[in-house]
């Protein structure tokens, strides 16, 4: 059972928390209060309420106070807050004007209570509004610089994280140069949790084309890409939400993260990763391959093209794929991109959303590759494709009659299946096409197919 305290003992307590009382005495008050609030609940918070608990502890925030007073005040205010959802009453007592107050104190031991109590009292929007409102930005910003312990940064990294969630407060925190710090705590020489937290908080800031070219021109992304590979779940996950609200702000940017290597550590969270940052490891890649052609290679070459499929679904992974039918990608990226295409055209709408993609040209051209497994990956995404009526005319109208033709008798046992089948789905559309594929001379190397024991072309 949670302990419960009788109403006489909140007003004994009140009276040692007073200024009146020696020091001890309060300290030993605000750590009953602590250690109740730490494992009670609303009606004991209420119950704080009614005695007067949250001016008193206020009271401890002030000028006159032990640093340590202050920050274990903070702390019990910050405590009662998360437990009886009271953070406006907190607020009213006057609270927030005392808490950014000892934000600028000369003590970390009270900055770290000060900055944790505003990270909890922010969770309320309208008590965000207030502390905002309160100047509290600027000095929460100056306690992100290197001379502060892990744990005031870690507590005023909480705080501007909460009031980012509106816009203007977001505004408000660039305008304070947060963005030189934060990129700083991204560094190795910060502690799991900081990185982590700044890299959420950047994701926040950005808001615009503006902000996500400053954070970059701050030197944002080398460390983030690094972040990718560290062994804290965590931190992967920010760095992947950092990374992907930039890429997604802004195009130059996507190139930048491309060019810092992020490419070979995002596909290997596809495969690896967990949650979220799979997820946000997939929307960066999707943006990079937006940029150019040569990041779409880059990013196949590393083997994402299972994992994108997978993760984007077939309709948002076929544009990528095409891109890979192109003759200026190697052999092998074409190979796995026009087999994934046949594989995903299983139903009659994904095989017309991937001619509608541009597929046909480009795996008519591969036809003609003088690599036998590209011309293999070819015909056997056509013979998919093929069995829907429109798209077979398509594929006869995009010139694959007489390179079909030709590479009957003349690949692999699998190329000539592949080929034969295509042909005939071609040949049953109409007799126009029957025609065109006899003029281009099928019939002698489909006669002599049927008579090889080498094919079960019958």
Known sequence: MPPRLPRRNWRKLVRKLGVAARPLEQRQAVAMVAMVCRDADADSAAAMVTAGVIPALVQLLGPGSLPELQHDGAEALAYIAVMGEIAATIAAAGAIPALVQVLGSASPVAQAGAAGALWSLSRSDEVAATIVAAGAIPPLVKLLGAGFPALVQKNALGTLICLARNSEAAITTVSADAIPPLVQL?????????QRAAADA??????????????????????????????VPEVQQAATFALGCLSEKNPDIAIAINAAG???????????GCGDTVTNAAGVLRDLAEVNDEIVVTIAAAGAIPALVQLLGAADAIPLLVQLLEPH???????DAAVTLAVIALTAEIAVTIAAAGAIPPLVQLLGSPDPEVQQAATFALGYLSQDADIAIAIDAAGATHPLVK????????TDRNATGVLHSLAVVNDEIAVTIAAAGAIPPLVQLLGSSSNDLT
């Not at 991204?186 to 949790?193: K, N, Q, T």
């Not at 992020?262 to 690896?272: D, E, F, Q, S, T």
């Open 262 to 272: 992020a490419i070979p550590p995002l596909v290997k969270l596809l495969g690896n």
């Open 329 to 335: 990608c190697p052999g092998d990226l074409q190979v």
């Open 407 to 414: 590479l009957l008798g003349s690949g692999s046992d699998a």
């Open 202 to 231: 950047l994701a926040l800031l950005t808001q615009t084309y503006e902000i996500a070219a400053t954070i970059a021109a701050a030197g944002a992304i080398p460390p983030l890409v690094q972040l990718l590979g560290t062994g």
């Open 186 to 194: 991204l560094g190795s020489g910060s502690v799991p949790d900081v």
